[in-house]
C-alpha cells in the first residue's frame, strides 16, 4: 500500500498499481473503508476547490454484492431539479481484471454530509480482481474532476496487477 514516503507517480493499493500525476498528493485516509487517498488539485485559477482520489479494498464477499454498491453511487447524484443525475456507465477489461466504469455529475450528498453540494462530478471504477473488489472514486467540484479526467483515464488504463499486497 502506498505512502506518503513512496513514488508519488505511482498508487499501489489491494495487489495493483495506478500510474497517476506526482500532484495528486498522499493523504491520511479519512474514513473508514478507505484504504488510499490523495487530494487532486484543482486547475490554476478557477477557485474550485481539490477533490479526492480514494482507493476501497474489499475481500471477497466483503463489502456487499457490488451492483447495490454501484446503486449507493449513483444515488448520491441528483440533477438541478431533484431527480436522479443520469450515470455513464461503460464496462472494460484492464490488464485482464473486468472493470466497470461510472462518471457522474450533479449535486452529491456523501455518506453522512447534511445536505447536497451542487457542481459536483465523480468518476468511479470497480475493478474485479482475484479474491477482492477495488473501488476506485474520483470525487469533488466538477471543474476540477473534468481538468483531471484524462490522468484519470490514463491511471486506469495503466493500472496493473503487482498481487504484492
Sequence with gaps: MSTAADDASVARVGGLSFPKPAAWVWTQPSMQ??????AVPAPAGSGAGAAELVFSIFAAGDGGPIEPNVQRWINQ?????????PAQRSERTIAGLPVILL????????????????????????VQAPDRTVYVRLVGPAATVDAAKDAYTAMMDGMRVDDAR
Excluded: H, I, W
Design 33 to 38: 473503508f478507505r484504504a488510499l487517498q490523495y
Design 77 to 85: 447524484f441528483r440533477a438541478e431539479d431533484g431527480t436522479a443525475a
Design 103 to 126: 462518471e457522474l455529475s450533479g449535486a452529491y450528498q456523501g455518506m453522512g454530509a447534511a445536505a447536497p453540494r451542487p457542481g459536483m462530478k465523480q468518476l468511479g471504477a470497480v
